[in-house]
């Protein structure tokens, strides 16, 4: 396991690392205006779709059931059901796409009632939706052979696609930019390409581990019913924090000019470290509890999560403090220049602060659903989830006015956290998880080294106040908040050197 979270998180670092230089080209350009509130908006509905069809609710389904498939069938039992489903997500994701390309306008006037009193930023937003529609088919599709290839082990093809992503979107600003009406139109073809060189990717990945598709007739067998039986409820179990980003968009748009373009530059902030670390580790534990399970080894699959949960707290644990207590200053180090100013980073700093305050139980969500997804249960998360959401939208009405930008940011953090404590809850309930001893010892003593990491950056901050932070400014900051977290952490026994030095002998050997 990892071994594979390792992979994933060095190629989801590039990515996030690409994507922070592509981030950083639409704030120069296009800063927090009406053409970056309508980029957003039409990016967030593809991406939903994303989350929800590909990474999140197929990927839960199927995931384990390819890999029980492979472990008790074999690799042609595999490749069948995989051919199989591939016909089935073909045939329904065609069918999505032309409907969303038809009746588009209306899809906007839900996702961004806001803009429906603007009608040039409205249409514009229609305009470049409907460009950016197409990509969910390859992507999703993408997610399909992405699960193949996990559940077979090979983790890198499918964490490297996402690069191509930004890779596209980037070269299309430098390249195509100046040939079209405004950045908007360049960015949002790059994307539809980089779907394409993203599914190509991966199928070519999948012929080279030895496995040869054919396309089959489109036909329900009983495994692709149970497949889709499970899917359903996992669109939203393993998808509410995207429909909460989804609520929060809604929200946005019928702020303040801008907030929308403001809490898209927090919430990208907040997602690195998010999807570097917890959906790596979420996406190396499904398979190996998975397999655990279906060998009967419960004791084996409760210490993979007891590990993994330790894992994702030590590192989410210093990245929200880092975050949420340097907010201004990462945002004047990355995005101020051009169209972004120190104004703007002010408004997205006070949206980041409340994002980071909730990437624990975030990433800690990417631990615990694998414990139901793996036994099949995709009820479960759905319930808490329709609560999550719930919760959500209420607290976001609550807080839009008094806190404006703030409030949808805050609303989630908090639902999540919700979200993250139902689903422990259950699991210890049913027996499938309790903090085993030594994640008991170590949890307190990573709270404590992060409260004494928060104190540094405070008061290195006050020590350094500046109206902008300048990049050495906050390279301090980083080294100071960094000492002050593993060095007692280290010291309390909070984290095992020993872990790390094991884990890179294995990697040498190998």
Same mark, same amino acid.
């Given at each position: ?17 690409l ?76 069918g ?54 996990n ?35 360049? +960015?949002?073809?790059g994307? =539809?390409?980089? *779907?394409v !060189?993203? #599914?190509? &990717?991966?199928?070519?990945? @999948?012929? /080279? ?23 359903a ?16 968009i ?6 303040p ?16 470290? +998010?999807?570097?670390?917890? =959906?790596?580790? *979420?996406? !190396?534990? #499904?398979? &190996?509890v998975?397999?655990? @399970?279906? /060998? ?39 995005f ?100 085993d ?33 300048s990049l ?39």
């Amino acid at each position: 396991m990892i071994k594979g979270a390792f992979t994933v998180g060095l190629w989801t670092m590039a990515s996030r690392v690409l994507g922070f230089v592509r981030d950083i080209m639409i704030a120069y350009v296009l800063g927090t205006g009406p053409v970056a509130d309508a980029f957003f908006v039409a990016l967030r509905l593809p991406n939903l779709f994303r989350r929800l069809f590909g990474e999140g609710a197929f990927n839960a389904a199927f995931v384990p059931a390819i890999s029980t498939v492979m472990h008790k069938e074999g690799l042609e039992a595999a490749t069948g059901f995989a051919e199989e489903a591939t016909a089935v997500m073909a045939f329904w994701l065609g069918g999505i796409t032309i409907l969303g390309e038809i009746f588009m306008p209306w899809v906007l006037y839900v996702l961004a009632p806001g803009f429906a009193g603007n009608g040039g930023k409205f249409a514009l937003a229609v305009a470049l939706t409907r460009i950016m529609f197409p990509y969910l088919f390859f992507v999703c599709l993408t997610a399909l052979f992405s699960g193949v290839l996990n559940a077979m082990s090979r983790f890198a093809a499918a964490a490297a696609a996402p690069v191509l992503f930004n890779v596209f979107a980037i070269a299309a600003m430098l390249g195509l930019a100046p040939y079209t009406r405004n950045p908007g139109y360049a +960015l949002a073809w790059g994307i =539809t390409v980089s *779907g394409v !060189a993203q #599914l190509a &990717l991966v199928v070519w990945a @999948i012929r /080279r581990a030895g496995m040869r598709f054919t396309w089959p007739r489109l036909r329900l067998s009983p495994r692709i019913r149970q497949l889709f039986r499970r899917m359903a409820p996992a669109l939203v179990g393993a998808g509410v924090t995207q429909l909460n980003v989804s609520i929060d968009i809604i929200i946005g748009t019928l702020l303040p000019a801008g907030s929308v373009s403001v809490l898209y530059y927090a919430d990208r902030v907040n997602q690195l470290p +998010l999807g570097v670390i917890g =959906t790596a580790a *979420g996406t !190396a534990l #499904l398979p &190996l509890v998975t397999r655990h @399970i279906a /060998r009967g080894e419960a004791g084996e699959a409760l210490t993979a999560m007891n590990r993994a949960l330790e894992s994702v707290l030590m590192l989410t644990l210093a990245a929200a403090v880092g975050l949420a207590v340097a907010a201004k200053p990462v945002m004047d180090v990355l995005f101020v220049r051009g169209a972004f100013t120190e104004h703007n980073a002010v408004l997205a700093g006070h949206s980041l602060t409340a994002f980071a305050l909730g990437l624990p139980v975030f990433a800690l969500i990417k631990v615990f659903t694998p414990g139901f997804y793996a036994r099949g249960d995709t009820v479960t998360p759905l319930k808490i989830g329709v609560a999550a959401v719930v919760l959500n939208l209420c607290l976001n009405l609550l807080f839009m006015h008094p806190l404006k930008a703030v409030g949808p940011a805050l609303a989630t953090t908090l639902s999540s956290a919700f979200n993250a404590t139902l689903l422990v809850f259950f699991l210890r309930k049913r027996g499938h998880f309790a903090l085993d001893e030594l994640a008991r010892r170590r949890v307190p003593r990573m709270l404590l080294a992060g409260a004494m990491m928060a104190a540094a950056i405070w008061g290195g901050e006050q020590l350094f106040h500046t109206p902008k932070t300048s990049l050495p400014q906050f390279l301090l900051f980083v080294l100071v908040g960094g000492v002050a977290y593993f060095g007692p952490g280290i010291l309390l026994g909070a984290f095992d050197l020993g872990d790390v030095r094991r884990l890179l002998r294995r990697r040498r050997r190998a």
